[in-house]
């Protein structure tokens, strides 16, 4: 007998202890405040929901024979990068043009010797300042002398909404 009565002693506690409801409310109803998780697990919020989507982006320089250079940035495609810069650089140049860089997501610069004497650089990477500062090293070097920067540029990613 004793046992029955600490055992009924002992249920209400337990039944208590499950649920954040006052007396006489079934759980689940907006009487009930929040319970500690711990009656169906911790349940962690589901990760945050993309609104859009990166597209990234194409640009290239061409080089003419006579130094000239043609560009372009945010295309969609490699190809479709590289023809715009023959293009332009052909147009510029009124002769024959070659690919010398091709891009995406990124920066480019050419640097010219200050004195057109010399060979110049061109160079692409993750930000304007890193291209800019290797193309103007490279070209000193390569030329023996002093640098400009004559053309920088980057093509970056154009975010699309869903």
Same mark, same amino acid.
């Given at each position: 007998?004793?046992?029955?009565?600490?055992?009924?002693?002992?249920?209400?506690?337990?039944?208590?202890?499950?649920?954040?409801?006052?007396?006489?409310?079934?759980?689940?109803?907006?009487?009930?405040?929040?319970?500690?998780?711990?009656?169906?697990?911790?349940?962690?919020?589901?990760?945050?929901?993309?609104?859009?989507?990166?597209?990234?982006?194409?640009?290239?320089?061409?080089?003419?024979?006579?130094?000239?250079?043609?560009?372009?940035?945010?295309?969609?495609?490699?190809?479709?990068? %590289?023809?715009? &810069?023959?293009?332009? @650089?052909? !147009?510029?140049? +009124?002769?024959? /043009?070659? *690919? =010398?860089?091709?891009?995406?997501?990124?920066?480019?610069?050419?640097?010219?010797?200050?004195?057109?004497?010399?060979?110049?650089?061109?160079?692409?990477?993750?930000?304007?300042?890193?291209? %800019?500062?290797? &193309?103007?090293?490279? @070209?000193? !070097?390569?030329? +023996?002398?002093? /640098?400009? *920067? =004559?053309?920088?540029?980057?093509?970056?990613?154009?975010?699309?909404?869903?």
């Amino acid at each position: 007998m004793r046992k029955i009565i600490l055992l009924l002693a002992v249920i209400p506690v337990f039944a208590f202890a499950q649920t954040a409801c006052p007396v006489g409310v079934a759980p689940g109803s907006p009487q009930c405040g929040p319970d500690s998780g711990t009656s169906r697990g911790d349940i962690p919020a589901p990760p945050p929901r993309p609104t859009g989507e990166w597209i990234k982006t194409w640009g290239a320089i061409a080089i003419a024979d006579n130094g000239d250079a043609g560009y372009t940035k945010g295309r969609l495609t490699s190809k479709e990068a %590289e023809d715009a &810069a023959l293009q332009n @650089c052909q !147009k510029l140049a +009124g002769m024959r /043009c070659a *690919i =010398a860089l091709t891009f995406h997501n990124q920066c480019a610069a050419i640097a010219s010797p200050a004195s057109s004497r010399g060979k110049g650089a061109i160079t692409g990477g993750p930000s304007l300042n890193d291209v %800019e500062s290797r &193309a103007t090293k490279t @070209c000193e !070097k390569n030329s +023996g002398g002093d /640098c400009k *920067i =004559a053309m920088s540029t980057c093509s970056d990613p154009i975010f699309k909404k869903f």
